[in-house]
T-cell receptor, first 117, second 113 residues
Framework: GAGVSQSPSNKVTEKGKDVELRCDPI?????LYWYRQSLGQGLEFLIY????????KSGLPSDRFSAERTGGSVSTLTIQRTQQEDSAVYLC???????????????FGPGTRLLVL | AQSVTQLDSQVPVFEEAPVELRCNYS??????LFWYVQYPNQGLQLLLK??????LVKGINGFEAEFNKSQTSFHLRKPSVHISDTAEYFC???????????FGAGTRLFVKA
């Protein structure tokens, strides 16, 4: 079946502009995660959604970052007034609901490479 | 809160040699532990995971890891590496039953002919 997809694959923007990054999780996966991968810094947790529960936003670095998940499926990560330090690869992952067999395993998308000039 | 430390940022090794990639974690509660691999120009994929039970966990491509609770470690090993194992390897931790996953900074394994 189809894996996690993300769009766009690359995004170049100017400092101060807003950007939206999209993630389509694997069908039937109720958990969805966003991470940021900066050069040499591994994966930084940003936010996760699980079903209809309130999202865990504890990893969002500032109030310029927000995310939503519509209909329990597609998610959009929005960065307002982008800064050069926001340049990174933004990764999305999804997983099954708890207790639904191997729910701990996350399936990652290919990422969106964001460059803020 | 949980944290992960990968002790080596880069590990160069010759083909067919053994390798160990080190990972230490910190947590006040019980945890799940993971190793993910990211091949060049590809997305991350799960290599192996420890949830409970046997402390020696076997994964794909001949890799294995051992959970050591007393040393809070989860080192990844392979007895004989191939050129194709060249990739970045990430150790990750999550509290038991939780969703939030904390990743280490990654170890770049470079296998030389």
């Amino acid at each position: 079946g189809a894996g996690v997809s993300q769009s766009p694959s690359n995004k170049v923007t100017e400092k101060g502009k807003d950007v939206e990054l999209r993630c389509d999780p694997i069908s039937g996966h109720t958990a969805l995660y966003w991470y940021r991968q900066s050069l040499g810094q591994g994966l930084e947790f940003l936010i996760y959604f699980q079903g209809n529960s309130a999202p865990d936003k504890s990893g969002l670095p500032s109030d310029r970052f927000s995310a939503e998940r519509t209909g329990g499926s597609v998610s959009t990560l929005t960065i307002q007034r982008t800064q050069q330090e926001d340049s990174a690869v933004y990764l999305c992952a999804s997983s099954l609901a708890p207790l639904a067999g191997s729910w701990e395993t996350q399936y990652f998308g290919p990422g969106t490479r964001l460059l803020v000039l | 809160a949980q944290s992960v430390t990968q002790l080596d940022s880069q590990v160069p090794v010759f083909e067919e040699a053994p390798v160990e990639l080190r990972c230490n974690y910190s947590s006040s509660v019980s945890v799940y532990l993971f190793w993910y691999v990211q091949y060049p120009n590809q997305g991350l994929q799960l290599l192996l995971k420890y949830l409970s039970g046997s402390t020696l966990v076997k994964g794909i491509n001949g890799f294995e890891a051992e959970f050591n609770k007393s040393q809070t470690s989860f080192h990844l090993r392979k007895p004989s590496v191939h050129i194709s194992d060249t990739a970045e390897y990430f150790c990750a931790v999550r509290r038991t039953g939780g969703f939030k996953t904390i990743f280490g900074a990654g170890t770049r394994l470079f296998v030389k002919a």
